[in-house]
């Protein structure tokens, strides 16, 4: 019943940046949270932030003042600004939206942070 695409991820630098995008769509009539996970190969699901619909916002330790999480409600949308990106956050990078008590998830996005 609800659709989620993220975009934005791709290669950066060092101390780069870039920004992930999230749009939800289908059948959302209610609250709801969004939020990033990530991935990389052989890893658990590590989550990353969250935003709830009131835009309360939560973080991992690892990307406190550097990432940046976002939404627009009425557009069903939510945005990772990922600052000071380092080699240790490249991964895949998955939206997830909770609604009615169900998660939904992205495809992912591949971020590789490398010189």
């Known amino acids: 019943q609800v659709q989620v695409v993220e975009s934005g991820g791709g290669l950066a630098q060092p101390g780069g940046s870039l920004r992930l995008s999230c749009v939800a769509s289908?059948?959302?009539?209610?609250?709801?949270?969004m939020g990033w996970f990530r991935q990389a190969p052989g890893n658990q699901r590590e989550f990353v932030a969250r935003?709830?619909?009131?835009?309360?916002?939560n973080y991992t330790d690892s990307v406190k003042g550097r990432f940046t999480i976002s939404r627009d409600n009425a557009k069903n949308t939510a945005w990772l600004q990922m600052n000071s990106l380092k080699p240790e956050d490249t991964a895949v990078y998955l939206c997830n939206v909770y609604v009615i008590t169900r998660n939904y998830w992205g495809q992912g996005t591949q971020v590789i942070v490398s010189s």
């Open positions: 935003i709830s619909s009131d835009g309360s916002t």
């Open positions: 289908g059948r959302i009539f209610s609250m709801y949270v």
